[in-house]
């Protein structure tokens, strides 16, 4: 886990992003989280969310927990961290200046007490699991060697070096 970020790597289809991405808008929901998702250029998904006021409490302004769900090399790539929401970005970045030494710490704090960025990440893995059951599973080429998914067309494998045989 980085400073203020958690993320996982999903060896599964992009084609699985937006049936997971709405499973978790709608598990946050029922939580009573105010979430709101926005489609990526990239064909991924963007979702922030916020709780009821515990940060804005804090802060007098909207800041949340966001969360990207992309594509990555044919796979899942899933990033839960602090950021700035909705219409207050400006204001926040101002006010950080001058005060960032106190105000990510207790926001990130805030997070982490709650686990929601683990939350979110187990929710994103268990729509993964429910939808990928639904799916036609794509074989990806493996090295006979040590099982490294290799890309398709690789002589020899990135991680072990030994020759792939086609």
Same mark, same amino acid.
Do not use: H, N, Y
């Given at each position: 886990m980085g400073v203020f970020k958690t993320s996982r790597l999903f060896y599964s289809s992009p084609a699985l992003i937006d049936p997971v991405a709405?499973?978790?808008?709608a598990a946050l929901k029922t939580e009573d989280y105010e979430v709101v998702?926005? +489609? =990526?250029? %990239?064909?991924?998904?963007?979702?922030? *969310? +916020?709780?009821?006021? +515990? /940060?804005?409490? *804090?802060?007098?302004?909207?800041?949340?927990?966001?969360?990207?769900? $992309?594509?990555?090399?044919?796979? #899942? /790539?899933?990033?839960?961290? $602090?950021?700035? @929401?909705?219409q207050q970005?400006?204001?926040? $970045? #101002?006010?950080? /200046? @001058? =005060?960032? !030494?106190? =105000?990510? !710490?207790? #926001?990130?704090g805030l997070v982490q007490q709650s686990n929601l960025d683990d939350h979110v990440i187990e929710l994103i893995e268990q729509g993964i699991a429910r939808h990928e059951s639904k *799916?036609?599973?794509?074989?990806? !080429? %493996?090295?006979?060697?040590c099982g490294t998914v290799v890309k398709a067309g690789a002589k020899f494998c990135n991680s072990c070096g030994v020759q792939i045989q086609c």
């Open positions: 709405s499973d978790v808008v998702s926005q +489609t =990526l250029l %990239t064909g991924g998904i963007d979702i922030s *969310i +916020t709780k009821g006021g +515990t /940060f804005t409490a *804090i802060l007098g302004m909207k800041t949340a927990l966001k969360v990207k769900i $992309v594509p990555q090399e044919g796979r #899942i /790539f899933a990033e839960a961290g $602090v950021g700035l @929401f909705g970005a400006i204001p926040t $970045v #101002i006010s950080m /200046f @001058f =005060l960032w !030494p106190v =105000l990510i !710490p207790q #926001i990130w *799916i036609e599973k794509v074989t990806l !080429p %493996t090295c006979a060697s």
